[in-house]
């Protein structure tokens, strides 16, 4: 049985969105065929959480050739909707005080539980529940479409700096 929505769908207007591509884009390094954000819809700083959305289209780099004829939104690019929407909340609130930016250092309990499509609207919402000041933050995250879970798990993100020469953080 999946789980309940970590924030209640009911209560987020897409008509009104907090930050739109502009905003995001000032935050998010991500450009051009990465870009995996239409818009951000909630924060609530007290409890780290977060939902945005995006507007999944046939113009997406990967409809052509995932699946031809039957496009079907791969799950590595609906963890990267997921990622991108923590990696916003970090940098724009320094969740972590370190980094130019938030990177992938893992994933658990991810689970696909439905298809997504271009046409579809994917709502995502992720809440962290912990941070390590200057090291990691772990976030829970959700997506639906049509009020219904299409995908879920755990996230780990780690500061990056630009600075190459810089030490990973690592556990």
């Known amino acids: 049985m999946p789980a309940a929505p970590l924030f209640p769908l009911e209560n987020f207007d897409f008509n009104k969105p907090l ?33 945005g959305y995006k507007d ?8 052509r050739g995932h699946m031809p004829e039957f496009a079907l939104m791969p799950g590595v690019m609906l963890c990267e909707v997921a990622a991108q929407l923590a990696g916003f909340y970090a940098r724009k609130y320094d969740l972590l005080g370190a980094g130019d930016f938030l990177g992938f250092g893992g994933m658990n309990e991810v689970r696909f539980r439905s298809p997504v499509f271009p046409g579809d609207r994917l709502l995502v919402m992720a809440k962290v529940t912990r941070v390590r000041k200057g090291r990691r933050a772990e976030f829970d995250f959700q997506g639906y479409v049509n009020n219904k879970l299409v995908f879920s798990g755990n996230m780990i993100g780690v500061p990056i700096s630009r600075d190459r020469n810089a030490a990973a953080l690592d556990e």
């Open 56 to 63: 999944i289209t046939d113009k997406e780099f990967w409809v």
């Open 19 to 51: 930050y739109g591509i502009d905003h995001i884009r000032e935050i998010n390094p991500q450009r051009f065929e990465m870009e995996q954000l239409t818009a951000i819809l909630w924060v609530e700083e007290a409890t780290h959480s977060i939902v």
